[in-house]
């Protein structure tokens, strides 16, 4: 058993000092620690699979994070860990717990299957893993091995804590709630009736108002391929599975990187499947993130079958969860004048710009790996 603080000051030497995931009782004093150190910073996410999406907009933004959560939510991080960690070959240092660890103590049922097959499921995704170090002399070197391969091959590594691995800590902090001012907000609509543009019309009026020296987070499916096809640019990050991680990967990086706008471009089938990170958004208040919903209400990318949008009143979802301007908006004229507001404020906006379905007949793809998108966007991020 080691303390807390052995493993965390050890860490700092290395640069890590951005943590993020879900709590596990397992990893409460090591979550306590983080929290209390003024030299560490930890953001709570309501999913272990935007734990790991965020931790990737970190590394564009030119940090090395550290994502831990219970072994019971390792399958939320399957689908970012192998299409978005994988595909675009962004590294991070994960934490999982072993709850249920077979010839453990015993533990409650739902961790007993996930228990047997942790380590299990980590081979499967060719991620290479170590036990957490359980004595002070093996630290350095397991942090030295993960480092390593985290630099050389741009991948996850995974630490696998049992129980008993840290001695307890109890949390000092006394964080005072905090409540959105939602109140403060208003729901301004810009629009005339109906909607106006395809997406690729949409993405045309974003870019062109917004500028070119922005950070654009386009969503899985056919944003990310139309706005390549609009004009391929290294300011651009084209998400290739992970749906629904847009904008964690947006707040990561704003995490990390406050001088330069972030414009996350969502879409209402991809924002749906993981809406719990609005409430992220409005709890951080980024003052340089900017995110656009472009709702057409069907599924675009798998043959428009209908998404729940037109039930759903996401503008006022915004306002609940804390934004600070709040726009809706079907056409260009709407569209423009809410971008240039929000261009120059220093606080955190959303658009749900209404669009029309449908694309372009002969839609290509990206010419640029995943990997290299990646990249090129973290050296254009690190240029300003």
Request: with cysteine; glycine share 10%.
């Amino acid at each position: 058993m080691i303390e807390s603080s052995e493993f965390l000051n050890a860490c700092k030497t290395q640069g890590l000092n951005l943590f993020t995931g879900t709590p596990c009782s397992y990893l409460k004093p090591f979550i306590n620690f983080v929290i209390d150190d003024p030299e560490l910073e930890f953001i709570g996410t309501t999913n272990e699979g935007d734990a790991v999406a965020l931790a990737s907009g970190a590394w564009l933004g030119g940090k090395l994070s550290v994502v831990m959560f219970q072994n019971s939510g390792l399958g939320n991080a399957v689908n970012p860990l192998t299409s978005l960690s994988y595909t675009s070959q962004i590294p991070l240092l994960g934490i999982t717990t072993l709850r249920g660890e077979p010839g453990g103590k015993k533990d409650e049922p739902q961790h007993e299957l996930m228990g047997q097959i942790t380590t299990e499921m980590l081979n499967l995704m060719k991620i290479p893993w170590a036990y957490f170090p359980e004595k002070s002399e093996e630290i350095d070197s397991t942090l030295k091995t993960a480092m390593t391969y985290m630099t050389e091959k741009r991948m996850p590594y995974f630490l696998v804590m049992r129980d008993g691995s840290v001695n307890t800590y109890e949390l000092k902090s006394k964080g005072a709630r905090q409540n959105p001012k939602t109140y403060q907000t208003e729901i301004k609509k810009l629009t005339s009736g109906e909607p106006k543009l395809i997406r690729t019309e949409a993405l045309k009026v974003l870019r062109d108002t917004f500028g070119p020296n922005a950070a654009y987070i386009a969503t899985t499916g056919k944003t990310g391929r139309e706005l390549f096809e609009v004009g391929d640019t290294e300011n651009q990050f084209y998400m290739v599975g992970s749906m629904g991680c847009a904008l964690p990967i947006g707040l990561g990086l704003v995490a990390v990187k406050e001088k330069i706008k972030v414009c996350v471009i969502d879409g209402d089938g991809a924002l749906m499947m993981r809406m719990g990170n609005m409430a992220l958004a409005g709890q951080m208040q980024p003052q340089n993130l900017v995110h656009v919903l472009l709702d057409n209400a069907v599924h675009d990318s798998t043959g428009g079958q209908k998404t729940l949008s037109e039930a759903i009143d996401f503008a006022l979802i915004a306002k609940a969860c804390g934004y600070q301007h709040i726009f809706e908006v079907d056409d260009e004229k709407g569209a423009v004048e809410a971008l240039k507001f929000l261009n120059e404020k220093k606080e955190l906006g959303f658009i749900r710009f209404l669009i029309k379905k449908g694309s372009p007949e002969k839609l290509g793809r990206p010419t640029v790996t995943p990997a290299q998108v990646a990249e090129r966007l973290k050296n254009f991020i690190a240029s300003k």
